[in-house]
């Protein structure tokens, strides 16, 4: 193995034909400088210096060397100041629902990365009630979330709301038990669900659980479940179903929001707020 001291001792008498200028010149005497010279010899198994009354000359060996040491000795230096860098760099940590996820990716967030680039952007996703849970665990500095409530420590970004649907001249739908399709637990549209579920009507039968839109949507068309999708989402391939003429739960008005862990908050947060913002408005609330 090449040791690092070794080599720019090895370059300093390259560079200087002499030792004791090279001896100089890095700080250390003429004997620990022959001795690191005679090291690196005895590690290469090869004569590197010639040395004479006018100084030293290199060897082919040594000239060989000495192109492989700047270059080690410049990756030793880039490496440094890469660790310097990464110690210093700002990490932002966001959560955003994992349905909605292609969406920012395709407008803001990609945008954010490509402007900011001595920044790290975390992004994790999870379904809205284990972001605002996590966020509040310390483990987001920013995050997106939707709920039926309006945000009392969050900022609305803009209301969503959902239908029932079925496959177009499906029959799902009409079945005494209703199967069903929606997104995990802790999901707000899957909670809102049961929680305006009524004794008086259908049973359900949850037959899919799942985070992706076009997972619960494929599902529909194919007439395998009913489901409640946001309006954006809802295809030819679907019907909508009035809640009270089929028995079913009463949806309402969703409301996404971006909440903030306030003891984390930076420039570049504030950053990647207003461009989340500016991407909502100039959508005109309709994330695609």
């Not at 690191?36 to 060397?65: F, P």
């Not at 395709?106 to 972001?131: A, K, P, Q, W, Y």
Request: proline share 5%; with cysteine.
């Amino acid at each position: 193995m090449l040791k690092i001291e070794l080599l720019e001792s090895f370059i300093a008498v390259a560079e200087c034909g002499n030792l004791s200028k090279a001896a100089d010149k890095i700080c250390r005497t003429q004997s620990t400088l022959s001795l690191q010279v005679k090291k690196l010899e005895e590690s290469v198994g090869q004569t590197l210096l010639i040395r004479d009354n006018k100084g030293v000359t290199l060897t082919e060996s040594g000239e060989t060397l000495l192109n492989y040491a700047y270059k080690m000795m410049q990756l030793n230096s880039q490496a440094i100041d890469e660790l310097k860098d990464c110690q210093n760099r700002e990490v932002i940590r966001l959560g955003v629902p994992t349905d909605f996820i292609k969406c920012y990716l395709s407008s803001c967030l990609l945008e954010f990365i490509r402007e900011f680039t001595s920044i790290e952007l975390v992004i994790d996703t999870d379904v809205s009630g284990n972001l605002y849970k996590r966020l509040h665990q310390g483990e987001f500095d920013v995050i997106v979330a939707t709920h039926w409530q309006v945000p009392t420590n969050g900022e609305l970004l803009f209301t969503r709301r959902f239908k029932w649907v079925s496959a177009v001249e499906g029959n799902a739908h009409k079945r005494k038990t209703i199967p069903m399709g929606l997104y995990p637990e802790n999901c707000p549209i899957r909670a809102q669900v049961f929680a305006n579920h009524r004794l008086s009507m259908r049973p359900i039968n949850v037959l899919l659980s799942t985070p992706s839109p076009q997972a619960l949507c494929m599902a529909v068309e194919n007439d395998l479940v009913i489901a409640p999708i946001a309006e954006f989402r809802i295809t030819d391939q679907m019907q909508v179903l009035d809640p009270i003429e089929h028995g079913l739960p009463i949806l309402p008005m969703f409301n996404e929001s971006l909440y903030l862990n306030p003891d984390t908050q930076t420039y570049a947060t504030l950053q990647l707020i207003n461009l989340i913002k500016a991407n909502v408005e100039h959508k005109g609330y309709q994330l695609d």
